[in-house]
């Protein structure tokens, strides 16, 4: 009976997918990838505005980690021991995330929240918006372009901004999609 675990490995920072796509290889290579048969790096999809253009992108959940499902509970096998030995020769793997670098695994409601959280971000990619309560910001289009306001409320959900607006000397509430505006 395999009793596979989710773990986190420390990695250089800016190389997490090439460095999971070599460890996949190496195992591979090694004949040892049923017992670490999956490497991830957690991400999320986030929707931002750059040069004024919308674009989706996958955001690092925790950069500089990738995320391991193995089974390495028997020290004593000698498959479970190439398997170990295998990850810490890979360029760019650090240590297992646990004290002086034992294999520390996550729980099952930890791999839970990571897995639905990297799935929900797929189907429905998050907004990132920039914007915070308070700052001030200048409409750029519809029928309030060119007015300058507050934001008062931010709901990266629905990825709009309630922006305070005052027209003809009075304070007046505006709900705004988050790129009809940008930060002055």
């Excluded at 420390?10 to 017992?35: H, M, P, W």
């Excluded at 021991?81 to 294999?103: C, Q």
Aim: one cysteine or more.
């Amino acid at each position: 009976m395999v009793a596979m675990k989710w773990f986190f490995i420390r990695c250089q920072s800016g190389r997490e997918d090439s460095i999971a796509k070599n460890t996949l290889a190496r195992l591979k290579l090694a004949g040892v990838q049923d017992l670490v048969p999956q490497v991830l790096v957690p991400f999320e999809r986030v929707t931002d505005l750059k040069n004024g253009k919308k674009r989706t992108v996958n955001k690092k959940l925790y950069p500089g980690y990738l995320m391991v499902q193995a089974d390495l509970d028997d020290a004593t096998d000698p498959r479970t021991v190439k398997a170990r030995n295998t990850l810490r020769e890979i360029d760019g793997l650090r240590e297992f995330l646990g004290p002086l670098g034992m294999p520390t695994p996550l729980s099952d409601s930890e791999v839970q929240s990571i897995l639905s959280r990297m799935s929900d971000s797929e189907s429905r990619p998050q907004v990132t918006i920039g914007l915070h309560k308070g700052d001030m910001v200048k409409i750029k289009s519809g029928a309030f372009d060119g007015f300058d306001g507050v934001v008062e409320e931010v709901n990266p959900e629905k990825g709009t901004v309630k922006v305070i607006v005052t027209i003809f000397g009075r304070p007046t509430p505006v709900e705004l999609e988050y790129w009809e505006v940008e930060k002055v």
